[in-house]
C-alpha cells in the first residue's frame, strides 16, 4: 500500500505527468526535457527525482549524461501503464509537448544520419577500431551456430556485411537501415556476393514495416548505441520474432570513452548485461550475455536470446 501510495503522489502533478507520457515514447536527458517542456533543469531535475524514488521512472547514469525513461517493473511501472491511457489525446499541451519531442527526436536522426553519411565509405573500417571485425565475426557464427535460417533479418544492416556473412545459408535476408548512403553500399556489396536472395530496404528499426512474427534471427550488429530508444528496437524486434526464432546483439559493454559521442554519433556508451536482460524481459524475451571480446580500449558483448519459453539451439529450420 506505501508503494501505491507513493506512486500516487509522485505522479499526481501536471509537469510530471507530461514527463510520463513523453518517457512513454522515448527515453531522454534532462536537457532533451528541457527543450520540450520550456522549463528550466533544475525544477525538471527534481521532478524526476521525485519520480524515480515513487518508482514511477528508471534513471542511469552513463558518463556525463543521465538518461530516464518508464520504470520497467514494480508498482510504479503498473501505475504509469494504467494512467498513460487516460491521458487525453486531444489536450493542447499533450499535442504540443508531443510535436516538440518529434523535432527533438528528428535532430537526433538527422545527427546520425549526417555521420552515416560522412563515414559509410569506411564505415567498417571503423568498427574495427575497437576490436578487429573478423573476431566479432568468427564468435558471432560460433555463437549463432551452424543450420539453415529461413528468415534472416538484419537491423541496421550498415554495409550490409552481416547479410554477407549468413546469407549463403538464409533462405531470405532482409536488411534494414535509414541511411541511403549506407543501404547504397549494402546493395553493391550483396550484388558482388551474388546473394540475390537478400535485400535491403530504408527503414527505422523502432517501426519495421514487417508482420509479426515472421523472423527466424534478427541481428543487430553495432547499431542500438546509435539508436533513440534501445528498449523500443528490441520490443519491435519481439514483435517480429517468429515463436521459436532468436534474436542476436553485438554490442559495447559500458564504457568512458566519451569522444564517440562528438566524433562518431554515439548516443549510449555502451550497455550492461541486466540492461539487456531487462529490455528482453519487458519484451517477454529471455536474452543473456553469451560471449565477451576485449579490444585496446573498449569490450563488446554478444547476447543471444527468444521467446521466453521457446529458445531453440540454432537458427529455425
Same mark, same amino acid.
Given at each position: 500500500?506505501? +508503494?501505491?501510495?507513493?506512486?500516487?503522489?509522485?505522479?499526481?502533478?501536471?509537469?510530471?505527468?507530461?514527463?510520463?507520457?513523453?518517457? #512513454?515514447?522515448?527515453?531522454?536527458?534532462?536537457?532533451?526535457?528541457?527543450?520540450?517542456?520550456?522549463?528550466?533543469?533544475?525544477?525538471?531535475?527534481?521532478?524526476?527525482?521525485?519520480? =524515480?524514488?515513487?518508482?514511477?521512472?528508471? &534513471?542511469?547514469?552513463?558518463?556525463?549524461?543521465?538518461?530516464?525513461?518508464? #520504470?520497467?517493473?514494480?508498482?510504479?511501472?503498473?501505475?504509469?501503464?494504467?494512467?498513460?491511457?487516460?491521458? +487525453?489525446?486531444?489536450?493542447?499541451? &499533450?499535442? &504540443?509537448?508531443?510535436?516538440?519531442? +518529434?523535432?527533438?527526436?528528428?535532430?537526433?536522426?538527422?545527427?546520425?544520419?549526417?555521420?552515416?553519411?560522412?563515414? =559509410?565509405?569506411?564505415? @567498417? !573500417?571503423?568498427?574495427?577500431?575497437?576490436?578487429?571485425?573478423?573476431?566479432?565475426?568468427?564468435?558471432?557464427? %560460433?555463437?549463432?551456430?551452424?543450420?539453415?535460417?529461413?528468415?534472416?533479418?538484419?537491423?541496421?544492416?550498415?554495409?550490409?556485411?552481416?547479410? !554477407?556473412?549468413?546469407?549463403?545459408?538464409?533462405?531470405?535476408?532482409?536488411?534494414?537501415?535509414?541511411?541511403?548512403?549506407?543501404?547504397?553500399?549494402? &546493395?553493391?556489396?550483396?550484388? *558482388?556476393?551474388?546473394?540475390?536472395?537478400?535485400?535491403?530496404?530504408?527503414?527505422?528499426?523502432?517501426?519495421?514495416?514487417?508482420?509479426?512474427?515472421? =523472423?527466424?534471427?534478427?541481428?543487430?550488429?553495432?547499431?542500438?548505441?546509435?539508436? *533513440?530508444?534501445?528498449?523500443?528496437?528490441?520490443?519491435?524486434?519481439?514483435?517480429?520474432? =517468429?515463436?521459436?526464432? %532468436?534474436? *542476436?546483439?553485438? @554490442?559495447?559493454?559500458?564504457?568512458?570513452?566519451? !569522444?564517440?559521442?562528438?566524433?562518431?554519433?554515439?548516443?549510449?556508451?555502451?550497455?550492461?548485461?541486466?540492461?539487456?536482460?531487462?529490455?528482453?524481459?519487458?519484451?517477454?524475451?529471455?536474452?543473456?550475455? *553469451?560471449?565477451?571480446?576485449?579490444?585496446?580500449?573498449?569490450?563488446?558483448?554478444?547476447?543471444?536470446?527468444?521467446?521466453?519459453?521457446?529458445?531453440?539451439?540454432?537458427?529455425?529450420?
Amino acid at each position: 500500500m506505501t +508503494d501505491l501510495l507513493t506512486a500516487l503522489k509522485g505522479a499526481a502533478e501536471p509537469t510530471r505527468l507530461r514527463i510520463l507520457v513523453l518517457l #512513454a515514447r522515448a527515453e531522454l536527458t534532462v536537457t532533451e526535457l528541457t527543450q520540450v517542456l520550456g522549463q528550466s533543469q533544475p525544477r525538471l531535475s527534481r521532478h524526476l527525482k521525485l519520480m =524515480a524514488e515513487a518508482g514511477l521512472i528508471d &534513471r542511469f547514469r552513463e558518463g556525463a549524461w543521465v538518461f530516464h525513461r518508464l #520504470a520497467a517493473e514494480g508498482v510504479g511501472a503498473r501505475l504509469a501503464e494504467r494512467l498513460l491511457p487516460l491521458a +487525453d489525446s486531444a489536450d493542447a499541451v &499533450r499535442q &504540443r509537448d508531443l510535436g516538440r519531442l +518529434d523535432s527533438v527526436l528528428k535532430a537526433r536522426t538527422e545527427a546520425a544520419s549526417a555521420y552515416f553519411a560522412a563515414n =559509410a565509405a569506411q564505415w @567498417d !573500417e571503423i568498427r574495427a577500431l575497437h576490436v578487429a571485425e573478423h573476431e566479432v565475426e568468427a564468435a558471432l557464427d %560460433r555463437l549463432i551456430g551452424p543450420g539453415r535460417i529461413d528468415f534472416l533479418l538484419d537491423v541496421g544492416t550498415g554495409t550490409g556485411r552481416m547479410l !554477407e556473412l549468413f546469407g549463403p545459408r538464409a533462405q531470405r535476408g532482409l536488411g534494414i537501415d535509414l541511411s541511403h548512403e549506407m543501404l547504397a553500399l549494402a &546493395r553493391a556489396r550483396l550484388e *558482388a556476393a551474388g546473394l540475390q536472395h537478400c535485400q535491403v530496404r530504408q527503414g527505422d528499426l523502432h517501426s519495421m514495416a514487417l508482420d509479426g512474427g515472421v =523472423a527466424d534471427l534478427v541481428l543487430f550488429h553495432q547499431v542500438l548505441h546509435f539508436a *533513440a530508444d534501445p528498449q523500443a528496437a528490441i520490443a519491435e524486434a519481439a514483435r517480429v520474432l =517468429a515463436p521459436k526464432g %532468436r534474436i *542476436a546483439v553485438i @554490442d559495447f559493454l559500458p564504457h568512458d570513452r566519451e !569522444e564517440l559521442r562528438d566524433q562518431h554519433a554515439h548516443r549510449r556508451l555502451g550497455f550492461a548485461p541486466r540492461e539487456v536482460a531487462a529490455w528482453g524481459r519487458h519484451a517477454q524475451l529471455d536474452i543473456q550475455l *553469451a560471449g565477451t571480446l576485449t579490444g585496446a580500449f573498449l569490450s563488446i558483448g554478444i547476447w543471444l536470446g527468444g521467446h521466453a519459453g521457446h529458445l531453440t539451439d540454432g537458427p529455425s529450420s
